[in-house]
């Protein structure tokens, strides 16, 4: 059985950081490429962020201010989150994703409030 788990969501001031944890089971983690996406109320899921092996991607609106990372023997990815801005507020969502055959899970998301 698949699980990813994210952890680490919550309720912080502008300007202010948070660090989001995805701890995934029963896939072979190394091999996937994992990211976060975003979903804000009345929005679409966004792309926030991916790592594939050493190669990261942004979304343009948190490039500088968020880092991608993962500990393939913790089978874990984390998002550094800084510089937090009220447009940041959304359900974070932990991704992991391969091809040939395309095969995709999804967590449960977390929530993330920037607010004064």
């Known amino acids: 059985q698949v699980q990813l788990v994210e952890s680490g969501g919550g309720l912080v001031q502008p300007g202010g950081s948070l660090r989001l944890s995805c701890a995934a089971s029963g896939i072979n983690f190394s091999i996937y490429t994992m990211g976060w996406y975003r979903q804000a109320p009345g929005k679409q899921r966004e792309l926030v962020a991916t790592?594939?092996?050493?190669?990261?991607n942004y979304a343009d609106s948190v490039k500088g201010r968020f880092t991608i990372s993962r500990d393939n023997a913790k089978n874990t990815v984390y998002l550094q989150m800084n510089s937090l801005k009220p447009e940041d507020t959304a359900v974070y969502y932990c991704?992991?994703?391969?091809?040939?055959?395309?095969?995709?899970?999804w967590g449960q998301g977390t929530q993330v409030t920037v607010s004064s």
């Open positions: 790592i594939n092996g050493g190669s990261t």
């Open positions: 991704n992991a994703r391969k091809y040939f055959p395309f095969i995709e899970y």
